[in-house]
């Protein structure tokens, strides 16, 4: 079975996330005394659950409340994941496994990497894996009820559905990416560091040799780190990043920003339209993002939590 439509959006963000920000510190609260915080029909979710998900909402650079976001989603999982559990539907561990391992290939890591990357971000492979499980296993729900899954349409199936509707295979823009950073360490972020550290990127922007001669330019530099981060498509640009490359040439470097790592800009190698079937089903799930799930598995999302008995402590 394939990896459900969120896991696949989620992986999506969590990759753009790693490209272009790198893992965050592990969580400090997720490091904490764990103790129950809700009570989902008699299942617990702790202070360590709520943590670690809103690790791995930083980590999809999620805004909002994330404390309320971490609540919100648990609750919901834990009522999907009883209601697979009640009719036989939950994914095997073998399944789970398989479809972490597409997630790393996917992303260019293996495994280790991946855990690695997890752990450090706080995480954890075993919530993430926790996370697989309930969205390959709620759309077997809804399949069960006469549903058609929520979101569990292939590429191909999400390609001919468009090509159904009279509509010529979309296309997007495929850039290939440079990341330029010269660092200023948190205990070093005064104002007086940061513009140095931005006129010296202004300096380096207006002479950068282009990516094939990227690492000869940034030699000797102190503090500056060069990062190839490869096939990035348009809908899966950062948001705090997507207009300064839509509207930089090919060959060129956006404008300098300051971030919290220091000072940066990107630098596109090269630019193109492309219409394949990643691009397409890339268009097709930002352009129907509004969607989400089936109103089948809404209403029987809604039934269960009606029927639910939730504490909050």
């Given at each position: 079975m394939r990896i459900s439509a969120?896991?696949?959006?989620?992986?999506?963000?969590?990759?753009?996330?790693l490209i272009f920000t790198g893992a965050p510190r592990f969580?400090?609260?997720a490091k904490a005394a764990s103790e129950i915080k809700i009570v989902v029909n008699k299942q617990g979710i702790t202070s360590v659950d709520?943590?670690?998900?809103?690790?791995?909402?930083?980590?999809?650079?999620?805004?909002?409340?994330?404390?309320?976001?971490?609540r919100?989603?648990?609750?919901?999982?834990?009522?999907?994941?009883?209601?697979?559990?009640?009719?036989?539907?939950?994914?095997?561990?073998?399944?789970?496994?398989?479809?972490?391992q597409r997630f790393a290939s996917s992303n260019n890591l293996s495994v280790q990497q991946l855990n690695g990357v997890l752990n450090q971000a706080g995480v954890t492979p075993k919530h993430f894996k926790d996370f697989i499980r309930v969205q390959m296993s709620w759309p077997r729900v809804v399949q069960a009820l006469?549903?058609?899954?929520?979101?569990?349409?292939?590429?191909?199936d999400l390609v001919s559905k468009m090509l159904e509707r009279g509509n010529d295979k979309p296309s997007t823009t495929e850039y290939i990416l440079q990341q330029v950073i010269l660092v200023v360490p948190s205990n070093k972020r005064s104002n007086s560091t940061l513009n140095a550290r931005k006129r010296e990127a202004?300096?380096?922007?207006?002479?950068?040799?282009?990516?094939?001669?990227?690492?000869?330019?940034?030699?000797?530099?102190?503090?500056?780190?060069?990062?190839?981060?490869?096939?990035?498509?348009?809908?899966?640009?950062?948001?705090?990043?997507?207009?300064?490359?839509?509207?930089?040439e090919a060959g060129g470097a956006t404008s300098t920003r300051i971030t919290d790592r220091g000072v940066e800009f990107i630098v596109i190698c090269s630019a193109k339209t492309v219409s394949d079937d990643m691009a397409a089903e890339l268009?097709?799930?930002?352009?129907?993002?509004?969607?989400?799930?089936?109103?089948?598995a809404k209403e029987h999302l809604a039934k269960l939590r009606e029927r639910a008995v939730i504490t909050n402590r």
């Open positions: 969120i896991l696949r959006l989620s992986g999506m963000l969590v990759a753009t996330a969580a400090p609260e709520l943590a670690r998900r809103k690790a791995f909402l930083r980590l999809q650079r999620t805004g909002g409340n994330l404390g309320e976001k971490a919100e989603q648990l609750v919901e999982e834990s009522l999907k994941y009883q209601e697979a559990l009640r009719i036989g539907a939950v994914v095997s561990k073998a399944e789970i496994d398989a479809a972490y006469g549903g058609s899954g929520g979101g569990t349409m292939s590429t191909q202004e300096q380096l922007r207006g002479r950068y040799p282009g990516c094939d001669n990227a690492a000869s330019a940034i030699t000797g530099l102190r503090d500056v780190t060069l990062r190839n981060l490869g096939r990035i498509m348009q809908p899966q640009l950062p948001p705090d990043w997507k207009p300064l490359i839509e509207k930089t268009v097709f799930r930002a352009e129907n993002s509004g969607e989400g799930e089936s109103e089948i």
